[in-house]
């Protein structure tokens, strides 16, 4: 493993009742001290983290990781940090049934993390504007 300079940790936390499985994970700078292995699962109530990181403050790193929930759809998690310019994340949600936040923490730093959230969509109520006052 390499010594960092900067890092980016990518925290996954499965907070629903679906399995989560990585399908690819795609850098465009830096490297894994540890990649994600595809075909591996994240199962409901699980956390992975993944650190990429460079050797160099000179150097940019960033990438990718596709993740499939098992009732299909994808939650991609993507994020970069220029050399020149501070660290970003966003995540992509295609998948229906599940809702998916993330934050960037300790940016302030050489070793920020994204956490991303996974958890099940909530259902709303339908209103019956049919149902009166006078019903309740």
């Not at 160099?56 to 970069?80: R, V, Y």
């Not at 966003?90 to 050489?110: H, K, R």
């Amino acid at each position: 493993m390499s010594t960092f300079v900067r890092s980016l940790t990518v925290e996954i936390f499965n907070a629903s009742a679906a399995d989560i499985t990585v399908n690819y994970a795609l850098l465009t700078g830096g490297e894994w001290t540890s990649p994600p292995i595809p075909g591996s699962v994240i199962c409901s109530t699980q956390q992975r983290s993944y650190v990429n990181g460079v050797t160099n403050t000179l150097s940019s790193l960033g990438g990718q990781i596709l993740l499939m929930p098992a009732a299909g759809g994808s939650i991609t998690p993507i994020w970069t940090w220029p050399s020149d310019s501070r660290v970003s994340g966003s995540v992509s949600n295609a998948a229906t049934d599940l809702a998916v936040s993330n934050q960037m923490i300790n940016t302030q730093t050489n070793n920020p993390t994204m956490q991303i959230v996974i958890s099940n969509a909530t259902t709303f109520s339908k209103f019956d504007p049919a149902v009166k006052k006078a019903d309740l």
